[in-house]
């Protein structure tokens, strides 16, 4: 199962929209949480403030799953898929706060950035979504890092 959101972790309703979708997966142990590509209006230190808050509910809410973090997928150039953007330098510090905020609870960490950051032939033409093929990698990866939970 998957929640899709645009909610950033300083908006109020993600995580009522968290157990909204946990309510609905009864059979499921494991979590995987990303969150990086909204909140642009958030700096860094706001954005790991926030993200610690999120983590720590996720934790304390539902102490019997297993909880992964995932680190978010570079952003390429909308005009040219071949190059990095700009803005994926937020990216990479936001990556870092997820590393930090991993090591900080103990938890595990899924490396999607690493799984595409240099195939910009799994992007789709707006520099942010993948490809199916792309979808592809980092579902078989994601399987991968899920079984060895």
């Given amino acids: 199962d998957n929640l899709g ?38 700096n860094t230190e706001q954005y790991k403030e926030y993200l610690d808050k999120t983590v720590s509910w996720i934790l304390e809410k539902y102490p019997e799953k297993k909880l992964i973090l995932a680190l978010t ?20 510090e ?25 195939k910009p032939e799994l992007y789709s033409t707006d520099g942010v979504h993948l490809t ?3 979808y592809e990698v980092l579902a078989k990866h994601t399987i991968s890092v899920f079984r060895k939970e």
């Fill in 5 to 42: 959101t645009s909610k950033s972790v300083d908006n109020p309703f993600l995580m009522p929209m968290i157990d909204y979708m946990i309510a609905q997966c009864k059979n499921c142990n494991i979590i995987q949480f990303n969150n990086g590509l909204h909140g642009w209006h958030l």
């Fill in 73 to 92: 997928t570079p952003l390429r150039e909308k005009e040219d898929i071949s190059k990095i953007a700009e803005r994926n330098s937020i990216v990479i």
């Fill in 94 to 118: 936001r990556n870092g706060a997820m590393l930090e905020i991993a090591e900080k609870y103990g938890l595990k960490v899924n490396d999607l950035y690493s799984q595409i950051a240099d």
């Fill in 132 to 134: 199916d093929e792309g």
